[in-house]
């Protein structure tokens, strides 16, 4: 049974970063291509930024050149950089497949707010 474990949400000022994290079990982690989504108030859930398991990565074009996602294959962890955070950022952020492959874990909070 896949099971997603997101943590690293918290209120911070704009401007400024936070790291999220995605702990993955039930999967063989490290052939999976992951993705970070987001659902903020009021919204459908989007899709962030994925990297396969090459290493090879995508961006939404809200979040180019300011969000970075990684993965550590030992640790079936994905991580999601996120520097220059705005009040657009605001959301609740998920992992998950790239394509979306289970059922969604309890995500995480980023309020981007002064």
């Known amino acids: 049974q896949v099971q997603l474990v997101e943590s690293g949400g918290d ?3 704009p401007g400024g970063s936070l790291r999220l994290s995605c702990a ?3 999967i063989i982690f490290s052939i999976k291509a ?3 989504y987001r659902q903020a108030p009021g919204e459908q859930r989007a899709f962030v930024a994925a990297i396969t398991s090459g290493g090879t990565t995508t961006y939404a074009g809200s979040v180019k050149g300011r969000f970075t996602i990684s993965r550590d294959n030992a640790k ?3 991580y999601l950089q996120m520097n220059s955070l705005k009040p657009d ?3 609740v952020y998920y992992c ?4 979306v ?3 969604w874990g309890q995500g995480t ?5 002064s």
């Open 96 to 99: 998950n497949g790239y394509p």
């Open 89 to 91: 950022d605001t959301a």
């Open 101 to 103: 492959f289970g059922l």
């Open 34 to 36: 992951m993705g970070w």
């Open 24 to 26: 993955a079990s039930g």
């Open 76 to 78: 079936n962890t994905v």
């Open 109 to 113: 909070q980023v309020t981007v707010s």
């Open 11 to 13: 209120l911070v000022q």
